[in-house]
């Protein structure tokens, strides 16, 4: 039983009042503490004043959308790392996902939806949120400072620790620059360090003094480096340790280990310690799943000793890399783990002037949603093109060759060609056709009484695929007759419908290679 301390709290936002009480019904269930708003404008005063968990909106309301509320949660300071999961009863398939998230949304529920699905992506979403919440409690509670500047030097953040240091409240810190509270014999030194990062991005760790606000001269050292948006440099996000305190920086350190190996050990990512010569010193016991092989086959081995000659050179090169610039790697790179592909997102990064933490996360479900918006943009790009065919001309023929040519491309077929049937003449005739280069046209037409079982079978199911068509009996006399003499391998017919009657029907076929259409 959850208390009224660690229950979650859900802020739900629908102009349906039969949606609203079915959510908040379901989320009450499971011990969640659900507040409720019909409209955007309501949502955003709830949100700025109770801070929930989570957030689950509407996409289509009145007065202000889901995804423009989304935008001014993310927007503002108090509930820009509050979860949004958007939903929404309009099928619009990926491009609503996409929409969704470029708004700033975390997630997309499509509506009606499942129960399960809800709760397991409120699950994930609020435990993330603690998590995140916890590392930004870290930070405010760090014994060193952490602070944010533009490129001008004008104060962006201030972490609590560098209001206690500095004597400087973060109100009071936003409007000053480091020119303020840098001692004058060393301000020139911070300008510049500041002008080579925006220009180099070297890593840079030096020391210097600042006056307090009660004039007391702080002697720091710092570590900064280069904040981006949208591929350009626009700040610098700085760690300033206080050195006379030093010691009670590593008592503090210290006491917050054990708590810290525990955060560790809930992360799901794959971590290792590895020293220079690419071999493994420590498996971290975060995600065995992900690792090439078990922990026990991997401790003292080097990259060579485990994968292939060119992916252990690349990882290798990694290494060095980060252990010669002393700043992380960032990389991206996939592996073969049970017969299966997993794509990583990973950070090397320089421990000792010998070993390195490798850091990799799963983005394997990610890649597969680039992919198939990629392939969404291009099959909608393919029937674009058809489009304006049709718009450009009331010509059927120049149509059908727009289609294929289209299809046939986009499909990398070896013929793509559309068939249409001649009742009077007992023919299927050949209304338009593409061949890749290199490839001769298919045959221009053929009896309908022999590919009766195949019209009908196309007709039934709207289309029929065959891998290997030699080999594959439920087509063999038709093989046999007319396709081994084209040079056919595998072939796949999609029906044209107009109405209830099936006119005709394309055939993708390669010649050169068999094809798996159902990949």
Known sequence: MKTEQTRPTVLVVNDDPKVLELLTVILEQEEYKVLTAQN??????????????????DVVMPEMDGLEL??????????????????????????????????GADDYLELPFRRQELLIKVVRLTERHRIERRYREIVEQAAD??????????????????????????????????AEVVVPEQLHRAREMIARKATTDDATVYELEIFSKEGRRVPLEVSTRLIYEGGAAVGVQGIARDVTERKRVEAELQASEAELRALFAAMPDVILVLDAEGRYRKVAPTNPKLLYKPPAELIGKTLHEVFPLAQADTFLGHIQRALRMRQPVNIEYSLTIEDREVWFEGAVSPMMEDSVIWVARDITERKRAQQALEQQVEREAVVNRISSAVRRSLDITEVFRTAVRELGTYLAVDRCAIFMKDESAGRLRLAAEYHAPGVRPPEPDFPLSRMKDLIDGIDRQGALAFDDVANDERVREIYDRFLRASGVRSIMSVGIRAGDEMPGAFAFSTTRSLRHWRE
């Open 40 to 57: 955007a404008p309501a949502a955003l005063e709830i949100a700025f004043t109770s801070e929930p968990d989570i957030v689950i909106s």
């Open 70 to 103: 989304c935008r001014r949660l993310k927007q503002n300071p108090r509930t820009a790392y509050v979860p949004v999961l958007l939903a929404s009863a309009l099928r619009t398939g990926k491009r609503s996902n996409f929409n969704a998230l470029t708004a």
């Open 145 to 178: 400072i952490i602070y944010t500047h533009d490129l001008q030097g004008n104060f962006t953040s201030l972490n609590k620790t560098g209001e206690r240091i500095t004597g400087y409240s973060r109100e009071e810190a936003l409007q000053m620059n480091i």
